[in-house]
């Protein structure tokens, strides 16, 4: 990364060529809808659930039944992190183990009824987040908004894959 000397002797960080305004306005966008969505701040724990077992629940919601080494690779957390998110949601009693005999990377887990009480109240609280902010906008941009993010995540994955 180059730096110059700005107007008062203070050296100014330039970006990198690769770094043009697109790159820096949605690494700044990105921050601030991470932060709106709570992810910072009390909003999740309001729910009793960090953003990790947020996720878990959700996917136990989506697919059902989940492994350990499943759930690692749709969340893109290591083992150890994925054990321990597991084990804070069992005591919490929000889920359980299909089959107790099975090697524990490889038990069933689901979601308990009081985790379906609890996903449900973390989707009305989502839901109710996006729906605030995308009534303030017309129907056009509302579109524009969810084709982005979709074609932005699918293009992040990508890249996650050529990489990885």
């Not at 330039?14 to 700044?28: C, F, I, T, W, Y």
């Not at 989940?66 to 290591?78: F, V």
């Not at 919490?92 to 490889?106: G, H, Q, W």
């Not at 017309?138 to 996650?160: D, F, H, K, P």
């Amino acid at each position: 990364m180059s730096s110059k000397t700005d107007g008062r002797g203070e050296v100014a960080h330039a970006q990198p060529p690769s770094q043009g305004p697109q790159v820096a306005q949605l690494r700044e966008a990105s921050r601030t809808v991470f932060r709106e969505l709570g992810m910072l701040d009390s909003k999740l724990s309001d729910l009793g659930v960090t953003p990790a077992q947020c996720h878990v629940l959700i996917e136990l919601g989506r697919h059902g039944v989940r492994t350990a080494s499943e759930l690692c690779e749709s969340l893109q957390l290591d083992k150890s992190g994925i054990s321990r998110v597991l084990s804070s949601l069992q005591r919490a009693e929000l889920i359980s183990e299909r089959d107790t005999r099975a090697d524990r990377r490889k038990r069933p887990w689901v979601l308990s009824a009081k985790g379906k009480q609890k996903l449900k109240r973390i989707h009305d609280f989502a839901d109710g987040q996006v729906k605030s902010a995308l009534d303030d906008l017309g129907e056009e941009t509302r579109q524009s908004i969810v084709e982005g993010m979709t074609n932005y995540a699918r293009a992040l994955q990508r890249a996650r894959l050529q990489i990885g």
